[in-house]
C-alpha cells in the first residue's frame, strides 16, 4: 500500500480565520463536517458562519407542517454543541431548489459580507439534486472572490475523490453529539452508525483507531494546485445524475 499510493495530505486548520460553511439541509453540517467544525470552533481566532440554504421540510416522504421550523430548531442544537452560534437560514424549498438570479444575489451578499478565506460546501459529485446545484453555483461563484484562499468541499450521500483528511478522533463524540439533535432526520436513517461507519473508513489513512473526514480541496491561492479540474468534477457529478436519471 505503501509503496505506490498517493494518499490523501493531511489537512492543515492552524491558519484557519473566517470560515463559511454551505449545508443544503439540517443535518448535512454534522454528516459531512461535524469534526472540522468542532475542531475549528476550539482556535479562537476562527470566525465560523453556516447558512441553511433550503427549509429542511421535504427531508421526509409526508412533511407535517412544523417540519421546518423543528429542523432548524435541532440544527440550532447541533450547531451549539459544535460551538457555532452563528446560523443563517435561506429557507428555500427543500427537494425543489432551483437557480435563480435571486439565489445568486444573496449568495454574493454573503460572501462579501462575511469575507471567508475558507468555504465549506458539499461535493460537487452527490445523488442530491440541492446538493449539487448549491455546489455548482456557490463554487463558481467563490472562484470571483480574491480573499477566498480554499474551497472544501465534504461528503454527504456520495464520497469525495478526497485530496485531504483531518484526523477527528478528538472531537468524534462531540460529532456524534450533534449529529444526534437531528431527531426528525434519524427517524429515517441510522446516521450515527453510517457516519460513523465512513469516518472510521476515512481513518484508514491516518493509522489505528483514528477517525478522519475526507475532502476534496480546491486551492485557490497555491499556483502549484491553480489547475486542480474544478470543472471535471462538476461535470462527472452532473454525469452520475443524468446516469441514474436514465436508467
Ligand atoms: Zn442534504
Not at 492552524?14 to 443544503?24: K, M, Y
Amino acid at each position: 500500500m505503501q509503496a505506490e499510493a498517493s494518499l490523501p495530505l493531511n489537512l492543515d486548520i492552524a491558519d484557519a480565520s473566517e470560515v463559511l460553511v454551505f449545508a443544503p439541509h439540517p443535518d448535512d453540517e454534522c454528516i459531512g463536517c461535524g469534526g472540522i467544525l468542532a475542531l475549528l470552533a476550539k482556535q479562537s481566532t476562527v470566525n465560523i458562519k453556516v447558512v441553511l440554504i433550503t427549509n429542511g421540510d421535504g427531508g421526509v416522504n409526508s412533511p407535517e407542517p412544523d417540519m421546518g421550523p423543528r429542523r432548524e430548531n435541532e440544527m440550532r442544537k447541533a450547531l451549539s454543541i459544535l460551538g457555532i452560534e452563528q446560523l443563517e437560514c435561506l429557507r428555500y424549498p427543500d427537494g425543489r431548489f432551483e437557480l435563480n438570479n435571486e439565489f445568486i444575489n444573496r449568495i454574493e451578499s454573503i460572501l462579501i459580507s462575511f469575507n471567508p478565506k475558507w468555504v465549506l460546501l458539499p461535493s460537487p459529485i452527490d445523488y442530491h439534486k440541492d446538493h449539487l446545484l448549491s455546489s455548482n453555483v456557490i463554487s463558481s461563484q467563490c472562484l470571483n472572490h480574491q480573499n477566498i484562499e480554499k474551497l472544501i468541499f465534504y461528503e454527504t450521500w456520495c464520497p469525495v475523490p478526497a485530496t485531504h483528511t483531518l484526523d477527528i478522533t478528538d472531537v468524534m463524540n462531540v460529532k456524534i453529539k450533534a449529529l444526534q439533535q437531528h431527531e426528525s432526520a434519524m427517524k429515517y436513517g441510522d446516521y450515527v452508525r453510517c457516519i460513523s461507519a465512513l469516518n472510521t473508513y476515512r481513518g484508514l489513512y491516518l493509522g489505528f483507531d483514528r477517525y478522519a473526514e475526507a475532502f476534496l480541496v480546491h486551492q485557490l491561492k497555491d499556483s502549484k494546485r491553480s489547475e486542480f479540474p474544478l470543472t471535471k468534477f462538476i461535470e462527472l457529478g452532473i454525469y452520475l445524475k443524468n446516469l441514474l436519471a436514465s436508467t
